[in-house]
């Protein structure tokens, strides 16, 4: 099981930054990474319960869904020139009950069931912003997440996690 506390790993010379993930961990690993900037987030929730799947769009190009597509879907398209500065939420039971993402011009986006553990992830250098996300899922739903930040180049719109 995962601490609350959040641990990050800087790289210096390559301005990114990891939020280590919070949530039991079991299952099996996922990761949203994909080339160019995130442009929407979809996140399904089970009834007044935990979450169920995770969905990044990149440049208007949705991502593999990660876990299920169960319960209510709801989704949020991001603005032109803005980014996810913060991610947060709860777990408990071995799942993650809530999110929330807010962004560069102060919008959020609220899902799930604020139950259990807190967590907060934000970017450890400036002009950073949320470039995938991590963790670990069993088929059921989400059971860890972690954030991957760094600095957005549009000439240089690679990953590396």
Known sequence: KFSNSVIYKRCESCLHSLALAAGDGSGTEYSTAHTGRITGIRIWEYSSAYIGGIQL??????????????????????????SIVQVSGKYD????????????QGRS??????????????PTHDGSELRFLSGRQNGWG???????????????????P
Do not use: R
């Open 142 to 160: 989400i059971t860890s997440i972690g954030a991957h930040w760094a600095v957005y180049h549009s000439s240089d719109n690679s990953v590396t």
């Open 93 to 104: 039971y071995g799942y993650i009950y809530e999110l929330m993402f807010v962004t560069s």
């Open 109 to 122: 986006f609220k899902v799930g069931q604020p139950s259990g553990i807190s967590f907060n992830f934000y």
């Open 57 to 82: 769009s990149y440049d208007g190009n949705w991502t593999t869904l990660v876990c299920a597509n169960y319960g209510t879907q709801m989704e949020m398209t991001l603005l032109d020139n803005e």
